[in-house]
C-alpha cells in the first residue's frame, strides 16, 4: 500500500497512511497535546477515518513534541452549570469509543507524560509502548475530580487488578516506565532512540496479518470484559466459525504447510 492523503489533516491532529498502517497524530506540542474540545472532535474523526480506510490494517496513535499526552486543556476548565458539563465529560469518552470499537489492532506509541485523558486513550488502545522516561497516571483526584475519569474507572482495575487500581485512582500518583511495566499497564519499554523502529515493527508485523481474524480477536477481547464464561465461549464458536470460512484461514493453513509466510487479503 502506498502512502494516501488524508482528508482530515489539519494543524492539531496529523493523519497519515501508508504501508497499512493508519497514524494518528495528536499535534499541539506547545500545549503538551492536551485535549481542548475541538480537538476531541477532531481526533474522533480522524479515528473514524482510519478505522473507515480500506487502506488501513492497524492504527498507531502517537503524539509530537515532548509528551504523549497530558490529559484535558486545563484552559477549558471554567464554570460551567451541571446541564452544560454533562454533555462535554460525554464527549471525552468519544475517542475511547472509536478506539475500542474500530475492528483494527491500535497501538499507543507512549512517550514522556501520559497521564489524565492521555492514559485514557493509551488505555483503550490494544497495545501500549512506551520509550523510557515515560511517566503515566490519572492525577483528577489531585485537582478534586473523580480518579475514574477518561475510561480510566474501567480499564484499570481491569488491566492491572483491584489493588493496585485504587492505589492509582485514590492517590493519582504517576508511575515510571518500570512500575508500569510490572502492573502490567504496558506491553513494552523501549530505549528513546528505539521507540519509533519498535512501533514500526510492530504496526508492520499486525498489518502483515489476518484483518478479518484480528477483527473477531479484538471483538472477542472487549465482550469479554462485560458476560459471564459460557457467554463468552458461545462468542468465541461463533467468531471462530466465521473465521473458518475465510479465504484468510486457507491461505493461513497452505502457508503452513507450504512453509512461507502467508499473504493474508481480508477475505
Not at 454533555?87 to 489492532?105: E, G, N
Not at 499507543?108 to 486513550?121: C, F, K, N, P
Not at 489493588?163 to 504496558?186: H, N, P, S, W, Y
Amino acid at each position: 500500500m502506498t502512502d494516501k492523503p488524508s482528508d482530515m489533516d489539519n494543524a492539531d491532529i496529523l493523519v497519515d497512511i501508508a504501508d497499512g498502517v493508519g497514524t494518528v497524530t495528536l499535534n499541539r506540542p506547545d500545549k503538551l497535546n492536551t485535549l481542548a474540545n475541538p480537538t476531541v472532535e477532531l481526533l474522533v474523526a480522524a479515528l473514524d477515518e482510519v478505522a473507515e480506510s480500506p487502506d488501513v490494517r492497524v492504527v498507531v496513535l502517537a503524539g509530537n513534541g515532548k509528551v504523549f499526552c497530558a490529559g484535558a486543556d486545563q484552559g477549558e476548565m471554567i464554570e460551567r452549570a451541571p446541564q452544560e458539563w454533562e454533555p462535554i465529560v460525554r464527549m471525552y469518552l468519544d475517542p475511547v469509543r472509536a478506539i475500542v470499537s474500530m475492528d483494527k489492532p491500535v497501538i499507543a506509541a507512549l512517550h514522556g507524560d501520559t497521564v489524565g485523558g492521555g492514559l485514557g486513550l493509551a488505555l483503550a488502545s490494544d497495545f501500549r509502548i512506551a520509550a523510557e522516561g515515560i511517566r503515566l497516571g490519572a492525577p483528577f483526584t489531585r485537582i478534586g475530580l473523580a480518579g475514574c475519569d477518561m475510561s480510566a474507572g474501567w480499564f484499570l482495575p481491569r488491566m492491572v487488578g483491584l489493588t493496585k487500581a485504587q492505589d492509582l485512582m485514590f492517590t493519582g500518583r504517576l508511575v515510571d516506565a518500570a512500575e508500569a511495566l510490572e502492573i502490567g499497564l504496558l506491553h513494552n519499554v523501549v530505549p528513546a532512540a528505539d521507540h519509533a523502529s519498535e512501533v514500526a515493527k510492530v504496526a508492520a508485523r499486525l498489518a502483515a496479518g489476518p484483518p478479518l481474524a484480528h477483527a473477531w480477536t479484538k471483538r472477542a477481547i472487549h465482550r469479554s470484559l462485560g458476560v459471564d464464561m459460557n457467554a463468552e465461549f458461545e462468542f468465541e464458536i461463533f467468531a471462530q466459525v466465521q473465521c473458518i470460512q475465510t479465504d484468510d484461514h486457507r491461505e493461513g493453513v497452505k502457508a503452513f504447510q507450504e512453509k512461507r509466510r502467508p499473504e493474508f487479503r481480508g477475505v
